[in-house]
Structures are given as structure tokens and as C-alpha cells.
């Protein structure tokens, strides 16, 4: 009874120290492979195709990911053909981002049975999403699945780590702002000590 009264007081205290934060995990747009997070900008040629790449990053100490949902919305001045998006967490994508309705819900890329760890960069590149290039200029923002919200799959299969969006991307003009204070955050001691207590709970 002890603990479990302690573990309800642990929560009670931590709920005001995450509602004041922002979510830990960040999710950008990018046209570089590698995910740097410094390409947000192209100029393709009449017909040519460019990959938009979905990335992840602050995570924190030890943090990974299982999947992502996320839905795409394109400028209407922006012509382009989409392609079948490509799933990079070993496991299968399915959906259309760019698709408006609920059925569908835009995108999800889900990890095979391996949690991805970010790389040397500290990111995750989960997947591309490709187009070939028509003509016009605009922007291709990403914003939460219309079915799962702003949910990462983290590492134990849970849904409630949330995103925010720190950079979209455009062709042939400057990238719209992302969600304002997206900023890479180190845990606070009340969120570090708060979930290690309750874990050590039940070991």
C-alpha cells in the first residue's frame, strides 16, 4: 500500500512539470539522406525526382523508437507526383501522407522487431516519402496522423511520447517556421527521478 501510494504522489507532483514542457521528440523534414537537419530547400529540374526524408531526434539518453504516424500537406502550388513511401525501421509503411481523409489517416512507419537507436548524428531517418517534380513552387509540411495524433512508438511499444514539428520543407522558396519553441530540452530531475521511482517499483 506504501508504494502505491507513493507512486500516485510521484505522478501527482510530475503532471505540472510535463504540462509546462514541450515534447521531448522532435520531427523534421529534410531532403539530405543522412538526416542533418540543413536541407530544407531544393530546386529540382522539370520532372525530376527528390525525396522528402521524415527524421526524428531528442530523444535523450538511451531513447529510440518503433514507429511514427504522420500525414503530409503539400502547397497547392506545389506540383508534384507522390510515390509509394519507404519504410527505414525494417518493418512496413502503410498509408498515403498526403491523404486528407480519416480512413486512411495519413502515414505510418513501424519498426520490425529491433527498437532503431538514433545514429552518430543522434537522429533517426525514418523513412522518405518520393515525388517527381511538375512545376510551381511551395512548401511540404508534415503534422500529426489524423488517426494517431502526434504519437511515437517508442522502444516498449508505448503511444505516448509526442512529437513536435521543428522543420517543414519547400521547393523553390523559403521553408515555413515549425512549431515554435521546438527545441532539444534536457529531462528535468523531477521527470528523471519520477519515472525511475516508479519503475523501481516494479523490478
Sequence with gaps: ?????????????AVPAFAAQNPDIRVYLDFDA??????????????EPFDVYVVLDCFGDG?????LGFTFERDADLNAIIGTPVNFLGGLSNGNPESPTA????????????CVYPDANGVVVCGKVPYTYGMGAGYIKIGPNEISGRQVLDCDFADDDLFCVYAHCAIDEAPPAGDPDCDCEPPSP???STWGSIKALYR
Design 190 to 192: 523531477v521527470e528523471d
Design 103 to 114: 480512413s486512411d489517416g495519413g502515414c505510418n512507419m513501424l519498426a520490425g522487431a529491433d
Design 1 to 13: 500500500m506504501t508504494k502505491v501510494l507513493v507512486a500516485l504522489m510521484i505522478v501527482a507532483l
Design 63 to 67: 531513447g529510440g523508437t518503433r514507429g
Design 34 to 47: 543522412e538526416g542533418a537537419g540543413v536541407h530544407q530547400m531544393a530546386n529540382p529540374g522539370m520532372f
